[in-house]
């Protein structure tokens, strides 16, 4: 069983800004990989309005992170944050 990708709760709250200005009230994030290749792995995040029947789902402070299952192995253990740029990025 491996490790699910966290979000963390200043993401969870930037993605509620985000939601919040673009007028959707109930949007997931979707966090995919892209890629590898000369330039390695690109973490790609998306607002949805509905997950994909086969898509992993982490919760935090009521704002739900989409990951589907081709993507979920590069993103086990990671956590979602803020960058100083405001930006969400991923660390491991």
């Known amino acids: 069983d491996m490790d699910l990708p966290r979000l963390s709760p200043a993401a969870a709250a ?4 985000i ?3 673009q007028g959707k009230a109930d949007v997931k994030l979707r966090l995919a990989v892209d890629g590898g290749g000369c330039a390695g792995f690109q973490y790609r995040f998306g607002l949805e309005s509905a997950a994909a029947p086969d898509d992993v789902a982490v919760e ?3 704002v739900v992170m989409l990951i589907d299952p081709d993507s ?3 993103v086990a253990g990671a956590e979602v944050v ?3 740029t405001g930006v969400l990025r991923s660390q491991a």
């Open 14 to 17: 930037r993605v509620r800004v």
């Open 19 to 21: 939601a919040q200005r």
């Open 60 to 62: 935090t402070d009521g």
């Open 72 to 74: 979920l192995p590069f």
């Open 82 to 84: 803020v960058a100083a």
